[in-house]
T-cell receptor, first 109, second 114 residues
């Protein structure tokens, strides 16, 4: 079983739509959680950290459910520039980051 | 830009050869992690260095080795290259070793093994 699992998609949504991604993790001792964004043939870039209380950054909202061991990312009012692969990242054992395979999003005009 | 740099950007090697990839961490960051990202996959953790010592290792064979220097820059060495080693190799730095620190990635080195 993989440490972090994501639906690879692809998700194709029209501009202005709301889209949600989920991610599950296997290790209940996981300590910290992140969403990264990766554009084609580029490095991953931190989108946001995910806190137990949930957090929001503009059009992006991240949620953590420790009981069910899943993390979500909600993107409202999708823009063409949101097209990318979104990587769910979980940290446990103090120093190891585990990435999901990524979810591909294409926002269509 | 994250301030993390990697060299070279691209590299072509043949099976059985050895390769060294280099990474300069962001100023003030003393922890460097290396990842392998195969096409269509998420990055896979290779190992991490903190204050010049290996501080955790993923499921990679011993022919993957590394170093960290006093200025916190780092090298990844791969011996006896195999075709499956073809991937994007990413270096990430963070300010100090503790749980929860975000990692900031360099642009990567794309390695092709023929």
């Amino acid at each position: 079983r993989k440490e972090v699992e994501q639906d690879p998609g692809p998700f194709n949504v029209p501009e202005g739509a709301t889209v949600a991604f989920n991610c599950t993790y296997s290790n209940s001792a996981s300590q910290s959680f992140f969403w990264y964004r990766q554009d084609c043939r580029k490095e991953p870039k931190l989108l946001m950290s995910v806190y137990s209380s949930g957090n929001e950054d503009g059009r992006f909202t991240a949620q953590l459910n420790r009981a069910s061991q899943y993390i979500s990312l909600l993107i409202r009012d999708s823009k063409l520039s949101d097209s990318a692969t979104y990587l769910c990242v979980v940290n446990f054992a103090g120093n190891q980051f585990y990435f999901g395979t990524g979810t591909s999003l294409t926002v269509i005009p | 830009e994250t301030g993390v740099t990697q060299s070279p950007t691209h590299l072509i090697k043949t099976r059985g050869q050895q390769v060294t990839l280099r990474c300069s961490s962001q100023s003030g960051h003393n922890t460097v992690s290396w990842y392998q990202q195969a096409l269509g996959q998420g990055p896979q953790f290779i190992f991490q260095y903190y204050r010049e010592e290996e501080n955790g290792r993923g499921n990679f064979p011993p022919r993957f080795s590394g170093l960290q220097f006093p200025n916190y820059s780092s090298e990844l060495n791969v011996n006896a290259l195999e075709l499956d080693d073809s991937a994007l190799y990413l270096c990430a730095s963070s300010p100090r070793w503790r749980e929860g620190n975000e990692q900031f990635f360099g642009p990567g080195t794309r390695l092709t093994v023929l």
